[in-house]
């Protein structure tokens, strides 16, 4: 709420509080250099009336705050509970303020020195953490949303993005699956991330003393095991590294963050438990993110180390084509390592008949698929000139090294 031109009226029947008799002068026998006197204090006391009341309403109230649904939940959690403020300050002022499409322009000047990569996330994100393990030596760069990360690179701001494409608990990420179709980056290696969760608190708490637990809704599912034991109540957030933030900026004792523990170094939190996601040491080992490096412009592929190739295609008569689409790999010793399909949104439906059976209405589908296989060899070259053939769409999305060490 906001005034904007608002205008005050002074009523001569009502009293004006702040004022009194002697700021008008007597109220008999006035000249007019008294009048005039009292008029310029009657404008000096509007004045400033009315730039206090502007203050006032130029300040949001609760109900006009954008609405967060983190943020939402854990002021329910704290009307409800009342819980109980510790007094607990950490300055994350000197944190990067993520990119977004309306700060642009003015986010992040560049000195030239490091090369900077986008991420979506806060600082101690693990797509952070996939980009240092990348680049060691890079500049982060946090972004509000996937597809800010995408219009960073696009738009030059920085050298590369590093985004999630899949994890091996969680599956696939088929938001970013789009995104690499309605964007011209190109993918230029990848980074496969082992995820240790944690459950972070405030110094001096100790995890029974938890009550609400803030984070990502992936990673409470993939730690609902450890909630249940502890009997605590999971509240869904935007990210991991978020909720580490609203944890440490609101010092609240009853409510923990699962997130990594880099999370927990930037936001001064103390770890209370590591490896919690899905109950066992064995179960830790296995859940992995895999983050594609995207790029404005492609890398030349080798044949020096192994290599791996994404594709985008489409099938001319349906997905009924796809068994010999995909035998063009092997016939061809070609490893097929992943394949995804997402629905075609401009024709969904495509119509098959047959003569003996009629026609039947079946799912049009975007296929992506991996190979194990460097653009280089002539084996890959000759197996995508084949599957050409059958296809309606095709692009390759890169062909890069793979990574082998988790």
């Given amino acids: 709420m906001a005034l904007e031109g608002a205008s005050i009226r002074v009523c001569s029947s009502a009293p004006c509080s702040g004022l009194s008799a002697s700021d008008f002068g007597s109220s008999s026998g006035a000249t007019s250099v008294s009048l005039r006197l009292d008029l310029e204090k009657l404008r000096r006391w509007e004045c400033g009336r009315l730039s206090a009341l502007t203050q006032r309403a130029t300040t949001p109230v609760e109900d006009e705050k954008p609405h967060t649904p983190e943020v939402e939940s854990y002021r329910a959690i704290e009307r409800t509970q009342g819980i109980e403020s510790l007094h607990f300050q950490k300055d994350l002022s000197f944190l990067p303020k993520p990119l977004s499409s309306s700060n642009y322009l003015s986010s992040f000047p560049r000195d030239g020195s490091k090369v900077r990569i986008a991420y979506q996330g806060l600082p101690g994100a693990y797509s952070e953490a ?57 993918i230029v290696g990848e980074v496969l991330l082992q995820v240790n969760h944690c459950l972070l608190g405030l110094p001096g708490i100790k995890k029974e003393e938890i009550k609400f637990v803030l984070s990502h809704p992936m990673a409470l599912a993939q730690c609902d095991m450890m909630l249940s034991n502890l009997g605590v109540v999971g509240v869904n957030a935007g990210d991991t590294a978020g909720s580490a933030q609203v944890v440490a900026s609101t010092g609240q004792r009853e409510t923990g963050a699962i997130a990594s523990a880099r999370a927990a170094k930037i936001y001064g939190l103390e770890i209370l438990a590591e490896k919690i996601q899905l109950g066992t040491d064995q179960d830790f080992e296995k859940n992995i993110t895999r983050f594609p490096i995207l790029a404005r412009e492609p890398i030349i592929p080798g044949l020096d180390r192994p290599y791996k190739t994404t594709v985008a295609f489409t099938l001319e008569e349906g997905a009924d084509l796809l068994f010999k689409a995909l035998s063009v790999f092997a016939i061809r010793d070609i490893n097929l390592i992943k394949i995804e399909s997402r629905p075609l949104r401009q024709y969904p439906l495509r119509i098959i008949g047959n003569s003996n059976e009629g026609s039947t209405n079946c799912f049009d589908c975007l296929f992506f698929i991996d190979i194990e296989a460097s653009m280089a060899d002539c084996r890959a070259q000759n197996a995508l000139g084949h599957l050409q053939e059958f296809t309606g769409f095709l692009r390759i999305l890169g062909s890069y090294p793979m990574d082998t060490v988790v």
């Fill in 130 to 186: 996939a980009a240092l393990k990348a680049y060691p030596s890079c500049e982060t760069v946090p972004c509000e949303r996937f597809e800010d990360a995408f219009k960073a690179v696009e738009r030059c701001l920085v050298d590369k993005a590093v985004l999630p494409i899949e994890n091996s608990v969680g599956g696939s990420i088929h938001h970013n699956y789009d995104l690499l179709l309605e964007h011209r980056l190109h």
